[in-house]
C-alpha cells in the first residue's frame, strides 16, 4: 500500500533556531500533501495544504512565515518551523493523497518537536 | 458545510467487551467516508472505508456501515483486546479531510 515516510520522528531543538521536518511519499507520487499539527489529546488541525511545484494553501490563523512549505517533487514536502519558540512544541504530522478527494489520505508517523 | 462530529471519549472498556464509537456527518453529496486509528506516539493509520451508501468496511474485526438515512458511520467490534487501545478518527473527505474530535479508547485486561 501507498507509504508515507516522514522524518525525524523527534527532535529537540533551542529557541530562536529553526527545524525541518520531511515528508516523503515512497511509492508514489503525490501531487498534495497536508501538514497537520496535534496537541496532546485533541485533534488534527489542519496547517496547510502543499501542492506541487506552487505555493502552499495555509489555513486561517497560521503563520506562513513561520512555518514554511516546500513541495518541490512529487514525492516531498518539507515543512521548516522558523525561529521556533517553546509554544510550537508539538506533534507535526504530514499526509499524500494517492488520487482524487474521496480517495484516503496515508499519513506519516509524526514528527515530535520540543523547543526547550 | 461539511462537518463530523465525533462522540466524546475516553471509551473504557474490558476485554472482549463490545464497542461502538458513534460518528455523523453532515456533507454535500455522497462522499466517502473513513476511520483512522492512532496508537500512542504514532501517526494515523487507516482502518476502514466505505466509499457509498449501505457499504460497509471492515478491517481487524472492525466495522463501520455507511448510512446515508441517518448520516452515520459508526465503528463497531464484537470483541475488543488491550491492543486496540488508541484513538480513533472518524473523516470525511472534502478538499482537504475532515476530521472528527477523535475518541480515545482504552481496553484492559
Known amino acids: 500500500g501507498a507509504v508515507v515516510s516522514q522524518h525525524p520522528s523527534r527532535v529537540i531543538c533551542k529557541s530562536g533556531t529553526s527545524v525541518k521536518i520531511e515528508c516523503r511519499s515512497l511509492d508514489f507520487q503525490a501531487t498534495t500533501m497536508f501538514w497537520y499539527r496535534q496537541f496532546p489529546k485533541k485533534s488534527l488541525m489542519l496547517m496547510a495544504t502543499?501542492?506541487?511545484?506552487?505555493?502552499?494553501?495555509?489555513e486561517q490563523g497560521v503563520e506562513k512565515d513561520k512555518f514554511l512549505i516546500n513541495h518541490a517533487s512529487l514525492t516531498l514536502s518539507t515543512l521548516t518551523v522558523t525561529s521556533a519558540h517553546p509554544e510550537d512544541s508539538s506533534f507535526y504530522i504530514c499526509?499524500?493523497?494517492?488520487?482524487?478527494?474521496?480517495?484516503?489520505?496515508?499519513f506519516g508517523n509524526g514528527t515530535r518537536l520540543t523547543v526547550t | 458545510g461539511d462537518s463530523v462530529t465525533q462522540m466524546e471519549g475516553p471509551v473504557t472498556l474490558s476485554e472482549e467487551a463490545f464497542l461502538t464509537i458513534n460518528c455523523t456527518y453532515t456533507?454535500?453529496?455522497?462522499?466517502?467516508l473513513f476511520w483512522y486509528v492512532q496508537y500512542p506516539g504514532e501517526g494515523l493509520q487507516l482502518l476502514l472505508k466505505?466509499?457509498?451508501?449501505?457499504d460497509k468496511g471492515s478491517n481487524k474485526g472492525f466495522e463501520a456501515t455507511y448510512r446515508k438515512e441517518t448520516t452515520s458511520f459508526h465503528l463497531e467490534k464484537g470483541s475488543v483486546q488491550v491492543s486496540d487501545s488508541a484513538v480513533y478518527f472518524c473523516?470525511?473527505?472534502?478538499?482537504?479531510?475532515?476530521f472528527g474530535t477523535g475518541t480515545r479508547l482504552q481496553v484492559f485486561p
Open positions: 499526509s499524500a493523497r494517492v488520487t482524487g478527494r474521496n480517495s484516503p489520505l496515508h
Open positions: 456533507a454535500t453529496g455522497y462522499p466517502s
Open positions: 502543499s501542492n506541487e511545484g506552487s505555493k502552499a494553501t495555509y
Open positions: 473523516a470525511l473527505p472534502t478538499d482537504k479531510l475532515i
Open positions: 466505505a466509499t457509498k451508501a449501505d
